[in-house]
């Protein structure tokens, strides 16, 4: 994911985030376009100072322009019982230092 944007207010912080124009390694095979971006998500993190964190999430559309299937990366980005994935809060974990 890309930081693109990131608002900072009195009780929380938003960070706005996009899915890199990477072509997903399980569609490698494919010659893939990217076709902008899947509706927007929310997630909720872990407060950071005190202040909650909602992370906005969009993640890219692939399409193989000869059958006009579309694609996507299987991002489990909130699994049960838990806020985000491991490798998402590595991902964080790596922004923030």
Do not use: M
Not at 24 to 36: A, F, I, Q, V
Request: glycine share 6%.
């Amino acid at each position: 994911f890309t930081l693109v944007n990131h608002v900072s207010q009195d009780t929380c912080f938003i960070l706005y985030l996009e899915e890199k124009a990477t072509i997903p390694s399980e569609y490698s095979d494919l010659h893939l376009h990217s076709k902008g971006f899947l509706p927007e998500i929310e997630v909720q993190d872990f407060p950071i100072r005190g202040k909650a964190v909602y992370l906005r999430i969009k993640r890219r559309r692939w399409e193989d322009p000869s059958t006009g299937q579309t694609y996507s990366r299987d991002w489990s980005l909130v699994a049960t019982g838990t806020r985000i994935t491991a490798e998402f809060g590595a991902f964080l974990k790596e922004l923030l230092r």
